[in-house]
């Protein structure tokens, strides 16, 4: 299943590509309204989902590229040794797989996460993301289904 790279490459060239983009056209913390619940903002996490960890101290940013790296080489494991008809699932990992190294290019080049996708409701403002975040979140919300909805139950008896 591991023809299900593209997929991987294609959600990092899209992060990468939109983070360089906001990194050159925008200033940190800058903001630019697209509609009254959703803006671009540039921030820098240094931590994990939800700004996790970021005020550890420097630890963080180790720990979280190993992390990845062995999250990766797992993902990765896996994919390959996916049946051949399992498409939704391969599918789901790939875009797992692609959100982590798109992150992972950030913590390795730069010691942060750059995120700029900002969702809001008055004043509430659920943590800034960015595409390999939304990647991450598409995948697993694909392995949910898959788990709960097209899991393949092996007949007894």
Do not use: C
Not at 139 to 148: C, E, K, P, R, T
């Amino acid at each position: 299943m591991l023809k299900w790279l593209w997929l991987t490459v294609l959600v990092i060239v899209l992060d990468q590509a939109s983070k360089l983009l906001v990194d050159h056209a925008m200033g940190l913390f800058e903001s630019i309204p697209i509609i009254p619940v959703f803006q671009l903002t540039y921030v820098r996490n240094t931590g994990a989902a939800f700004s996790l960890l970021a005020h550890a101290g420097g630890w963080q940013r180790w720990f979280f590229i190993v992390l990845s790296v062995v999250a990766s080489i797992g993902i990765s494991y896996w994919l390959k040794q996916l049946p051949k008809d399992r498409h939704w699932e391969a599918a789901a990992w790939a875009l797992v797989l692609g959100g982590a190294l798109g992150n992972l290019i950030d913590r390795i080049a730069y010691g942060y996460v750059i995120d700029f996708l900002d969702a809001y409701y008055q004043q509430w403002h659920f943590p800034a993301f960015n595409v390999a975040d939304s990647a991450i979140t598409l995948g697993v919300g694909m392995l949910l289904i898959d788990a709960v909805f097209l899991a393949r139950h092996s007949r007894v008896g």
